[in-house]
């Protein structure tokens, strides 16, 4: 009985030490993830809908048109990211990453039930299902993360930046992407999805390495270490430029060729994916874990794949009959939406 009662209160100070954890610094950074993850949702659309009206007039992006850059409603939905993003990093510097970093996942639904309202973009019930899968196996990535190491310099993350085994992975990612663009984009991109999401996955994880390293360089900048001196912040910031570009490019070639709902979530997991292994190389963060924390990370990934496969299987799938429905007109904008969910239909006319 003593033990018993040694072990509720043991039990009950943890949960009163767990509440009194949410302090108003946490409580800041869960709304600025919120935040981010209702802005970067929502940009999806915007940006899709700029897409479509600079399509009308121009070469549409999807087969190397640029004529978006002069459509202001893309740029609002650019701008909308750049909100969400900063949202986002702001959020690092108020909560601990394993309270934010699941929150991005929100992003998926809200992208997807505006894509529903406003693009009017069917999803089919098993997309659905793999949006879960996608959602759920992401986040037990992430809450099963290990908290990231003290770092005390910029030059200390540039050592494990250049230790053999990232190097490695950062010449493999751009090899791979290097043979995506040059290869299987001119001859896959406007039917197979993986290959633009493939190149703004791979790029993100070297991005968001980099991005970790200018946070760090920034705070200790800003508590009176000075790392703006050193040019391994310079580096960093030339590294995250190039990716940022290249990831902002494909993704505008797959939003513009494949429907929302399936961009979203696909990117995400890819994403996380290569974001969660490269930190894992750079940071040997499963140097720090146990047995049962890797294989929950594990399967993790295996509920992604799960939810990825659903995705793609039923991108061509009708919601009610397997016969290609009607088109019907949206009154907006004028653009026709299709009976097949998943996929953007394959031309379209100028007025």
């Given at each position: 009985?003593?033990?018993?009662?040694?072990?509720?209160?043991?039990?009950?100070?943890?949960?009163?030490?767990?509440?009194?954890?949410?302090?108003?610094?946490?409580?800041?950074g869960l709304v600025l993830a919120l935040?981010?993850?209702?802005?970067?949702?929502?940009?999806?659309?915007?940006?899709?809908?700029?897409?479509?009206?600079?399509?009308?007039?121009?070469?549409?992006?999807?087969?190397?048109?640029?004529?978006?850059?002069?459509?202001?409603?893309?740029?609002?939905?650019?701008?909308?990211?750049?909100?969400?993003?900063?949202?986002?990093?702001?959020?690092?510097?108020?909560?601990?990453?394993?309270?934010?970093?699941?929150?991005?996942?929100?992003?998926?639904?809200?992208?997807?039930?505006?894509?529903?309202?406003?693009?009017?973009?069917?999803?089919?019930?098993?997309?659905?299902?793999?949006?879960?899968?996608?959602?759920?196996?992401?986040?037990?990535?992430?809450?099963?993360?290990?908290?990231?190491?003290?770092?005390?310099?910029?030059?200390?993350?540039?050592?494990?930046?250049?230790?053999?085994?990232?190097?490695?992975?950062?010449?493999?990612?751009?090899?791979?992407?290097?043979?995506?663009?040059f290869h299987y984009i001119p001859q896959?991109?406007?039917?197979?999805?993986?290959?633009?999401?493939?190149?703004?996955?791979?790029?993100?994880?070297?991005?968001?390495?980099?991005?970790?390293?200018?946070?760090?360089?920034?705070?200790?900048?800003?508590?009176?270490?000075?790392?703006?001196?050193?040019?391994?912040?310079?580096?960093?910031?030339?590294?995250?430029?190039?990716?940022?570009?290249?990831?902002?490019?494909?993704?505008?070639?797959?939003?513009?060729?494949?429907?929302?709902?399936?961009?979203?979530?696909?990117?995400?997991?890819?994403?996380?994916?290569?974001?969660?292994?490269?930190?894992?190389?750079?940071?040997?963060?499963?140097?720090?874990?146990?047995?049962?924390?890797?294989?929950?990370?594990?399967?993790?990934?295996?509920?992604?794949?799960?939810?990825?496969?659903?995705?793609?299987?039923?991108?061509?799938?009708?919601?009610?009959?397997?016969?290609?429905?009607?088109?019907?007109?949206?009154?907006?904008?004028?653009?026709?939406?299709?009976?097949?969910?998943?996929?953007?239909?394959?031309?379209?006319?100028?007025?």
């Open positions: 009985m003593a033990a018993a009662a040694a072990a509720a209160a043991e039990s009950s100070g943890s949960w009163s030490s767990a509440y009194k954890g949410m302090s108003s610094d946490n409580i800041k935040s981010s993850s209702v802005f970067i949702g929502a940009s999806f659309i915007v940006k899709k809908k700029g897409l479509k009206k600079a399509g009308a007039s121009g070469i549409r992006a999807g087969i190397g048109g640029y004529s978006y850059l002069y459509e202001p409603l893309w740029w609002a939905g650019m701008i909308t990211m750049i909100v969400g993003e900063i949202a986002n990093f702001a959020a690092y510097a108020f909560a601990p990453a394993i309270l934010v970093t699941p929150l991005g996942a929100l992003s998926i639904i809200i992208s997807a039930v505006l894509a529903h309202m406003i693009l009017r973009e069917k999803l089919h019930i098993f997309g659905v299902l793999g949006c879960v899968l996608c959602v759920v196996g992401s986040t037990t990535i992430v809450l099963h993360a290990p908290q990231e190491q003290e770092i005390e310099s910029v030059k200390e993350v540039w050592d494990l930046a250049t230790e053999p085994a990232f190097i490695l992975y950062a010449a493999l990612v751009i090899a791979a992407v290097l043979v995506l663009i896959y991109g406007q039917t197979h999805i993986m290959v633009y999401i493939g190149v703004c996955s791979l790029m993100g994880s070297l991005s968001v390495m980099s991005v970790k390293a200018i946070g760090i360089a920034l705070k200790l900048t800003f508590s009176g270490m000075n790392q703006l001196i050193y040019p391994q912040t310079w580096v960093f910031t030339l590294v995250v430029i190039v990716c940022v570009v290249t990831q902002m490019n494909y993704l505008n070639k797959a939003l513009d060729t494949f429907n929302t709902a399936v961009v979203s979530p696909i990117y995400y997991v890819m994403f996380t994916s290569l974001t969660i292994l490269a930190s894992v190389i750079m940071f040997k963060d499963w140097d720090r874990q146990n047995p049962t924390q890797i294989v929950t990370e594990m399967c993790g990934f295996v509920t992604i794949l799960s939810g990825t496969f659903l995705l793609h299987k039923t991108k061509d799938m009708a919601d009610v009959s397997p016969v290609r429905l009607p088109k019907h007109m949206d009154e907006e904008d004028g653009f026709a939406s299709e009976g097949i969910p998943l996929r953007c239909q394959e031309s379209r006319s100028s007025p």
